[in-house]
């Protein structure tokens, strides 16, 4: 091994100790998340410098291309329109906080998920990690939800997207562990993915978060029709046992606060239909139309004021819609319009492409996980907004990375 060589694995490690921290530090603290994940992707700029074509080759390098192309032109949108005078600056300094996680992410891709030798003690510390991780989210929504008695459990996001951030991360920090489960275990394999799934979902239900009650559901049905439509599944009598008291005692503990979820969207749909869309759903189907239709013409981007502008003028024509008007000074709770009224068809057109670079690597490398993932992040996607500041897309970045990188390992 040469001495570049023995310094790129070096700092390979360094890297990924970097990436790890910075996850560990997601749930509870997203500046110091950041400034890890900035420091990695330094350091990996370095190394793609020193050898581009070895980084290049990786699968990973279209979803790292649409993760960098997206960011930039936020980014580049950002230093166009940003006005430290105007009364967006929030929401402008929130995007170019995505536009940075996605930048740095984007780098370090490319490095994390390169083939390295050891590949087994790597994915023992991604297992280490990842349920370490996992399971501290667990115990401390579940402290938060019966001791301290909270009706949507935050972890420590007291301020901005709260609860939706906590249920995003718990459930894209979920897949991760799962991966690593299932890269790493030949026996119980689906008793221990359900038994994960089980405590998260009911950490989800904590969270009161609709999008995620109903998604990570499916996500991990259909994750587990990829990882075993080809295979038998061995699953004994009392695994399974073991796994329905689980799943009683869920349903038991939490059919009030899911209850009451349901009963609060059959009112926003019913308050809807009659025209009113002051509610968490009909803002939504507000936001919805009227960030579709400021974005007829909006090829290359349009600024936070003539977007907002063209929504006020939108409301006037049509009174049922004025709820768009309450979150004008953040973003539209879609990731694809949202995208769409901003930086343009440009970006919607990348958001897409990116959907499609991770949808291509889950197939060529049957990785049954990140087709829940994409579930996830389609269905999110369609009730918020997944590129905007800083803990929801760090909280898919690093869990994707950390994905990509296990299923590497294992090959190799």
Request: aromatic share 14%; hydrophobic share 50%.
């Amino acid at each position: 091994m040469t001495k570049l060589e023995k310094l790129d694995n070096l700092l390979y490690y360094v890297i990924l100790l970097f990436c790890i921290t910075s996850l560990m530090f997601l749930p509870f603290e997203q500046g110091t998340s950041m400034k890890l994940l900035r420091i990695a992707g330094q350091i990996s700029l370095l190394l793609i410098i020193l050898s581009p074509t070895k980084y290049f080759k990786s699968d990973v390098k279209y979803i790292s291309l649409c993760i960098f192309t997206l960011s930039l032109i936020t980014f580049t949108w950002f230093r166009i329109y940003k006005n430290s005078e105007s009364e967006y600056i929030g929401a402008y300094i929130n995007y170019r906080d995505w536009s940075l996680a996605g930048i740095f992410s984007a780098i370090t891709f490319l490095v994390i998920a390169s083939k390295r030798l050891y590949s087994s003690q790597i994915n023992k510390i991604h297992l280490i990690v990842s349920l370490a991780v996992n399971i501290s989210l667990i115990i401390y929504a579940y402290y938060q939800f019966f001791v301290l008695k909270m009706e949507r459990i935050l972890l420590s996001l007291a301020y901005g997207p709260n609860a939706t951030a906590a249920a995003y991360i718990i459930s894209f920090v979920s897949l991760y562990a799962m991966a690593s489960v299932s890269s790493s275990l030949k026996k119980h394999k689906l008793e221990a993915l359900s038994v994960l799934w089980i405590l998260n979902y009911t950490a989800l239900i904590m969270t009161g978060t609709r999008a995620a009650i109903i998604a990570y559901p499916i996500a991990f049905v259909v994750m587990c029709y990829m990882e075993y439509k080809d295979k038998r599944i061995h699953i004994s009598k009392k695994s399974l046992s073991i796994l329905c008291v689980l799943l009683a005692i869920i349903i038991a503990s939490m059919a009030k606060p899911i209850m009451y979820r349901i009963d609060n969207l059959r009112s926003d749909l019913t308050q809807y239909s009659q025209d009113n869309s002051n509610t968490s759903v009909g803002a939504r189907f507000a936001m919805y139309k009227t960030g579709w239709l400021s974005s007829y013409d909006n090829i290359f981007g349009q600024s936070l004021e003539q977007r907002n502008e063209k929504i006020q003028i939108i409301v006037e024509s049509d009174k049922s819609l004025s709820a768009a008007l309450i979150f004008k000074n953040v973003h539209l709770h879609n990731q694809f319009i949202d995208t769409l009224s901003t930086i343009g068809w440009v970006g919607f057109i990348i958001d897409l492409l990116l959907i499609v670079s991770i949808a291509r690597f889950a197939i060529r490398n049957k990785q049954s996980v990140l087709y829940a993932f994409l579930i996830l992040f389609i269905l999110f996607g369609i009730s918020d907004t997944l590129t905007y500041a800083k803990p929801i897309p760090l909280g898919w970045l690093l869990p994707l990375m950390f994905i990509c990188t296990l299923h590497k390992n294992k090959k190799v």
